[in-house]
């Protein structure tokens, strides 16, 4: 075994005096003046590297291993494998002619982790050291960074005495937590995450926490998620006892929501983990409560800050699609016009989505305002968030270059209901009684009345859809015996697509624009169930594009085993 250099002895007892951390001692002892010789370099190297670790794990799975953030010692080693048997050595001399009971218990729970030397020894040497420097630590001048260090050390002494079965320091942990518990409850500045590392602890030594946890919850009723913690800590059995610790958790959220209206988002989390914890405890009269006060959530009292993400069109675009307006050779042939490869960013070999960065690729999450309603997206949606929501901004830009073709095509054509009907009607897809109904819709759209234009269109484009499919794909079932029969509705209507030869990028497009709840627009339920105001203009007119679509396949405008064909 090395023989201890005095001068990086008497450097590291002076670096541990009144720290409360190794990190700190570590900093300390490198700047340290010490004899150049090199045994005094070795040593200080060897007890550098292992002071910088950090402990992760718990009884005999400790380990050691990582750097700390921003740690100054750098080039250091990273994990305790790093860390030689030469080095090793030197700290089993430390441990031994240390007076540090910090330095001390850290050395031998190093060696215990490394197997070095009599495993039982070090792991008595490090419990007992631990539970010697807790007292030094509470009396540190950083008071409530020695009172966290204090309770790790205890933490750490009784996960030794248990994975080592050292029944007497297993007594002292347990008294000494218990005697820490009862400071801290009685001091109105400490933090409850030490109560609860401290619960914690006791309650792995075996030991009935219940009147701590108890008192605990009731002195932080101002912390709401420390009272909810305690309460969670208080073990009972199915019955009255068990039903009253769910109730007063739930209800301890519902009151620090309601506490005050104005707490925004803050608010709205409360009253989520509310419904969850009632839903999930059996509670169903409080998470209906819960759920209602979601309900009545304004948005705007959330207090988000709105960026706005419009685009503008470059008029090149704008004129472009004018012009392929101005090129129909009647008023048709420009309603199909306007319907022509409109959603390439829902093409399956696309391969351009990949290219967008920057904010594109900041990880966003959806905020529910409604409550904790479960959503379930279509069965075969892509599960790349960020690829839908980029197919759903391309169709946002595409659909303004659609409104201002529909526009066009009023412009140059100024059509009456007449010609409205002879160009859109089809025998058996939209005979003339629907065809002058969806006329309607176009010209309600260019007086401006897009509620009543949205609101007519959106019928017609599931009928023009049950339509066309009936003879290519059931769309339908019979009764059989006592179970009814079914009429699938739009969704379902909009799935089969692919089935019946519609190209799967305009399949995908209709699901994204009309009943996608989860990623998509959702226009058609939003609408009609009124849960938005008047739609934007862009939106209402790829609703029109979308019957437009489907009747120019009606019309034998396009083939259905294929893809449109882009636009010129």
């Not at 005495?161 to 000494?176: G, I, P, Q, S, Y």
């Not at 309650?203 to 219940?210: E, K």
């Not at 989520?272 to 705007?300: C, F, H, I, K, Y």
Request: with cysteine.
């Amino acid at each position: 075994m090395p023989q201890v250099e005095p001068s990086v002895l008497g450097a590291l007892m002076e670096a541990a005096t009144d720290a409360v951390s190794y990190e700190a001692i570590a900093v300390v002892l490198a700047a340290a003046d010490i004899d150049t010789t090199t045994a005094a370099a070795q040593q200080r190297d060897a007890l550098l590297a292992v002071l910088r670790l950090r402990l992760s794990g718990t009884g005999k799975t400790q380990g050691f291993t990582g750097t700390v953030p921003g740690d100054p010692l750098k080039g250091r080693s990273a994990s305790l494998a790093e860390v030689t048997a030469e080095q090793l050595e030197i700290c089993s001399a430390y441990a031994k002619a240390v007076n540090s009971p910090f330095v001390r218990a850290r050395l031998h729970h190093l060696l215990v982790s490394a197997g070095q030397g009599r495993t039982p020894d070090h792991a008595r040497g490090a419990a007992a050291g631990y539970l010697d420097a807790a007292p030094l630590l509470l009396a540190a001048p950083r008071r409530l960074a020695g009172l966290r260090r204090a309770t790790e050390c205890l933490r750490w002494a009784g996960d030794l005495a248990r994975a080592f079965n050292l029944k007497d320091l297993h007594k002292r942990v347990t008294e000494a937590m218990v005697a820490l518990v009862e400071r801290v409850l009685a001091d109105t500045e400490d933090d409850p995450v030490i109560v609860d590392r401290l619960l914690e602890g006791l309650r792995a030594q075996r030991y009935d926490i219940t009147n701590f946890a108890e008192r605990a919850a009731r002195r932080y009723t101002g912390d709401v998620h420390a009272r909810v913690g305690f309460l969670k800590l208080l073990k009972a059995e199915p019955g009255p006892r068990r039903t009253d610790i769910d109730t007063q958790i739930v209800s301890a959220l519902l009151d620090a929501a309601e506490a005050d209206v104005n707490a925004g988002f803050r608010r709205h989390l409360l009253l989520t983990q509310a419904a969850t914890e009632a839903r999930d405890r059996g509670l169903s009269e409080l998470r209906v409560s819960a759920e209602m006060a979601l309900q009545n959530t304004d948005p705007n009292s959330l207090g988000w800050t709105r960026i706005p993400l419009g685009f503008a069109i470059p008029r090149v675009l704008l004129d472009t699609a004018r012009a392929h307006i101005d090129a129909a050779v009647d008023l048709r042939d420009a309603l199909w016009r306007t319907t022509e490869d409109v959603h390439p960013a829902m093409r399956e070999d696309a391969d351009d989505t990949h290219t967008h960065e920057g904010l594109w690729r900041v990880p966003r999450m959806r905020i529910n305002t409604a409550g904790p309603v479960q959503v379930t997206p279509p069965v075969d949606a892509d599960d790349d968030d960020h690829a839908i929501e980029l197919q759903v901004r391309v169709m946002d830009a595409l659909g303004i270059l659609t409104a201002a073709q529909i526009d066009r095509v009023h412009e140059r054509f100024v059509p009456d209901e007449a010609e409205l009907i002879s160009a859109v009607a089809h025998g058996s897809v939209l005979p003339e009684p629907r065809a002058r109904t969806l006329a309607c819709a176009f010209r309600y759209f260019w007086l401006g009345e897009l509620d009543a234009a949205a609101c007519i269109a959106l019928p017609q484009v599931e009928q023009i859809l049950r339509q066309l499919l009936r003879p290519l794909v059931p769309v339908a079932s019979v009764p059989k015996g006592q179970t009814p029969g079914t009429v699938d509705q739009l969704g379902g209507l909009i799935r089969r697509m692919p089935a019946a030869g519609f190209p799967k990028d305009w399949s995908r497009a209709l699901e994204l624009l009309l009943v996608d709840p989860d990623r998509g627009l959702n226009l058609r339920n939003d609408i009609c169930h009124g849960l938005i105001d008047t739609p934007p203009k862009h939106r209402v007119a790829l609703i029109l594009q979308a019957a437009l679509y489907l009747l120019s396949h009606a019309h034998g405008h396009r083939n259905l085993a294929s893809p449109a064909q882009p636009a010129p």
